[in-house]
């Protein structure tokens, strides 16, 4: 009566924290952030990057099949990465249509834009406070942690229905993997990445970010400053 038919247990999946999508040789690289579920807890969460290729990005996710032993989870991802380079040349459009359809995907997962690094790049780099890319990016965008020069989190849902809605400009959050300590590299928000007709228009830098945003009413609910 209560019973599942077709249950199992946490082990047998592998949990996508974020996803990365990049132009590649075969056509799209998407680079997948895994949870490490093995381990003490004690020792934080960690996790670990897989890379994926195909000739467009349902191919490469279905080649996961033949490099993993586990079925992808994605009800926990927290932020998809597409690279300016896609962005700016074949536009979001194709990418959304396959987001909004894949049942698997979540509607309301943020969109975050790579520039001057791979979204691979992105995803593998660490957080200053959080060694997970994907959560740091999450905590990053989250309206929660407001600031006048970041604009607001801007999901699959608000991404669609801004390009498909005559007067509304479509503005996503650009992020770098810039160097760190030693050899790793750390994510830094860098902007903001500004669209046309579902193809990235151009790029406006951190430091004019505030300025954008109250000129088109993008800010959070507090009062901006430009010291």
Same mark, same amino acid.
């Given at each position: 009566?209560?019973?599942?038919?077709?249950?199992?247990?946490?082990?047998?999946?592998?949990?996508?924290?974020?996803?990365?999508?990049?132009?590649?040789?075969?056509?799209?690289?998407?680079?997948?952030?895994?949870?490490?579920?093995?381990?003490?807890?004690?020792?934080?969460?960690?996790?670990?990057?897989?890379? &994926?290729?195909?000739?467009?990005?349902?191919?490469?996710?279905?080649?996961?099949?033949?490099?993993?032993?586990?079925? &992808?989870?994605?009800?926990?991802?927290?932020?998809?990465?597409?690279?300016?380079?896609?962005?700016?040349?074949?536009?979001?459009?194709?990418?959304?249509?396959?987001?909004?359809?894949?049942?698997?995907?979540?509607?309301?997962?943020?969109?975050?834009?790579?520039?001057?690094?791979?979204?691979?790049?992105? &995803?593998?780099?660490?957080?200053?406070?959080?060694?997970?890319?994907?959560?740091?990016?999450?905590?990053?965008?989250?309206?929660?942690?407001?600031?006048?020069?970041?604009?607001?989190?801007?999901?699959?849902?608000?991404?669609?229905?801004?390009?498909?809605?005559?007067?509304?400009? &479509?503005?996503?959050?650009?992020?770098?993997?810039?160097?760190?300590?030693?050899?790793?590299?750390?994510?830094?928000?860098?902007?903001?990445?500004?669209?046309?007709?579902?193809?990235?228009?151009?790029?406006?830098?951190?430091?004019?970010?505030?300025?954008?945003?109250?000129?088109?009413?993008?800010?959070?609910?507090?009062?901006?400053?430009?010291?």
């Amino acid at each position: 009566f209560g019973g599942c038919g077709n249950s199992r247990e946490l082990g047998e999946f592998d949990i996508v924290a974020g996803m990365g999508i990049d132009k590649s040789e075969a056509g799209y690289k998407v680079t997948l952030e895994l949870m490490y579920l093995t381990g003490a807890m004690q020792d934080g969460m960690k996790s670990f990057t897989i890379e &994926l290729e195909g000739e467009t990005v349902p191919n490469a996710l279905d080649s996961a099949k033949s490099k993993l032993s586990n079925q &992808l989870h994605f009800g926990n991802m927290q932020v998809i990465v597409i690279s300016a380079e896609i962005a700016r040349e074949e536009g979001i459009d194709d990418l959304l249509n396959f987001f909004v359809r894949d049942t698997d995907i979540r509607e309301t997962i943020p969109l975050v834009i790579a520039a001057d690094s791979t979204s691979g790049d992105v &995803l593998s780099a660490n957080g200053v406070d959080i060694d997970i890319a994907s959560y740091t990016l999450e905590k990053m965008l989250n309206p929660s942690h407001k600031s006048n020069s970041h604009t607001k989190e801007v999901s699959i849902y608000n991404a669609v229905d801004t390009l498909r809605t005559p007067g509304k400009t &479509l503005v996503l959050p650009i992020a770098q993997a810039v160097p760190g300590e030693g050899e790793e590299k750390e994510i830094n928000l860098a902007g903001i990445g500004v669209f046309q007709e579902g193809k990235l228009y151009y790029m406006l830098p951190q430091k004019d970010t505030a300025y954008y945003s109250c000129i088109t009413d993008r800010l959070y609910e507090h009062e901006p400053s430009f010291d």
